[in-house]
């Protein structure tokens, strides 16, 4: 009987809490996490198809796994999510080591496929519907949302939980993976996530960070009444225990005044909204399908500082677009500047099968045009991110500490005091040297040093 099991996670937030529901899912079945790919009896990839580079890490995973499983030829290798879905037959070609091929839409299954594979039923593949062949409705039954009860022992971290509130998305961006890979838009009922969420306080959870790929365009609509995200933030307020909500990633295009009230007027909504502006030239736009222009974005920039002022804003930015001028880049320069972003995610074009954008363009801007590119908007940003970062030094700020620092996990010592790292609730990173115990806890800090990306503190106090 196969006991143990590896899962391996790239990719977005959506991969991470896949991965945790699964991981869950598999201990319920009575399988044991193992220390390492080689010493588990089941290996799973937890794939992502945003960029192709991505992709070539997982093959050359699965390249350094052939000789393990000529050695034991009952370990199972499996390809899930967005590439498995994606890629379909094609992994079993490239990589015949691999036993099970299961898409994001069909994760619930996964636990009955392994049985059939351990049974001798031999390779399984169980993706859902193709987006582009099928009509939306028969692809609901095909793209099912992965959202297993869960159980307080089998969560990684008691005091934050990721809560999936929608999956898949209709906008179809030109450069975009994500409608085809992950389906059509569904919204969670919003009872189910409250339900949900209660259950996660209960057991100790502070902050709840609430998941969808346009997740202020969520709406669930039963009974006659329509519950928006504004309203589903309002239904989390009176939970007791939980203390903050987040919620990523915002399309622009939804980012209504009731949603900004809402964030202005409710104690546990955090101040933090991550509204990727992709570009700041209209031309570039268009060819993206955003369905937005640059002076629509500023104009919801402005309605956001007056409604929430200091809330920290972020964005996602993809340079090298095909046809990106250097005027057009100008144009994203100077958006970022305007914007004072408190970070940006920066990423250099790259063309992914069945998109749009890879159909009808070629990718034309050179690499090393797109490197100086990147590194040039990176500086620009870095350069904010500082400033910002700036306004507080010897501020006190309070933060849900989350564990060690990378510094202290890669130390040996166990001493009780170590470095600590914890957010804020606009998700700043701070950390300082304080005793484990405060790990899970609310804490007020003082802020001593700033860089970039990272505020440095002491700890004064617990905050409760
Ligand atoms: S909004 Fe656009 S970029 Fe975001 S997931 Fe949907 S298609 Fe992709």
Redesign the pocket.
């Known amino acids: 009987m196969l006991r143990s099991f590896f899962i391996q996670t790239v990719g977005c937030q959506m991969n991470a809490l896949d991965s945790e529901l699964l991981d869950a899912e598999l201990r319920r079945a009575g399988y044991q996490p193992a220390e390492s790919p080689r010493r588990a009896d089941i290996v799973l990839f937890n794939t992502c198809s945003v960029r192709a580079h991505a992709e070539e890490k997982i093959y050359s995973a699965l390249g350094r796994l052939k000789n393990a499983k000529q050695f034991n030829p009952r370990k199972i290798i499996g390809v899930i999510g967005c590439m498995a879905q994606k890629d379909r037959q094609l992994i079993f070609r490239r990589a015949p080591q691999v036993d099970l091929v299961v898409g994001p839409g069909r994760l619930h299954r996964l636990p009955l496929l392994l049985r059939r594979i351990a049974d001798g039923g031999g390779p399984c593949l169980d993706v859902s519907a193709d987006r582009s062949a099928e009509k939306t409705e028969s692809l609901l039954g095909s793209f099912v949302p992965f959202t297993p009860l869960r159980v307080a022992e089998h969560r990684p971290v008691p005091h934050q939980a990721m809560v999936r509130i929608m999956s898949g998305?209709d906008?179809?961006?030109s450069y975009?993976v994500?409608?085809f890979v992950r389906g059509p838009e569904q919204s969670r009922p919003a009872a189910a996530i409250v339900d949900e969420v209660k259950r996660l306080a209960d057991a100790g959870c502070l902050e709840a960070t609430l998941l969808g790929?346009?997740v202020n365009g969520y709406k669930y609509r039963a009974g006659g009444r329509t519950v928006a995200l504004a309203d589903l933030l309002a239904m989390l307020e009176p939970i007791e225990g939980l203390r903050r909500v987040k919620f990523v990633t915002n399309?622009p295009r939804h980012m209504t005044d009731g949603l900004l009230q809402a964030v202005r007027d409710l104690k546990k909504a955090s101040p933090y909204l991550h509204v990727p502006a992709q570009s700041g030239s209209d031309a570039v736009l268009k060819r993206m399908k955003r369905g937005y222009d640059a002076a629509a974005y500023r104009e919801m920039l402005v309605r956001i500082r007056e409604t929430v002022p200091g809330a920290a804003v972020t964005s996602d930015f993809i340079v090298g677009f095909p046809g990106e001028t250097e005027e057009d880049f100008r144009r994203t320069v100077e958006l970022v500047r305007q914007a004072r972003f408190k970070n940006s995610y920066i990423f250099k074009y790259s063309p992914r099968p069945k998109t749009k954008a890879a159909e009808l363009f070629d990718d034309d801007v050179p690499e090393a045009v797109k490197r100086r590119r990147n590194n040039e908007l990176l500086a620009v940003q870095n350069t904010i991110s500082l400033e910002d970062n700036r306004s507080l030094l010897h501020r006190t700020v309070e933060i849900l500490v989350e564990g060690p620092s990378k510094v202290a996990l890669k130390r040996t010592d166990a001493g009780e005091s170590i470095q600590l790292v914890g957010r804020t609730v606009c998700d700043r990173i701070v950390v300082f040297d304080g005793p484990r115990k405060l790990i899970g806890q609310i804490v007020t800090v003082r802020i001593e040093r700033v860089e970039a990306f990272t505020l440095f503190g002491s700890t004064l106090e617990l905050t409760e």
């Open positions: 998305c906008k179809f961006c975009c994500v409608p790929q346009t399309h």
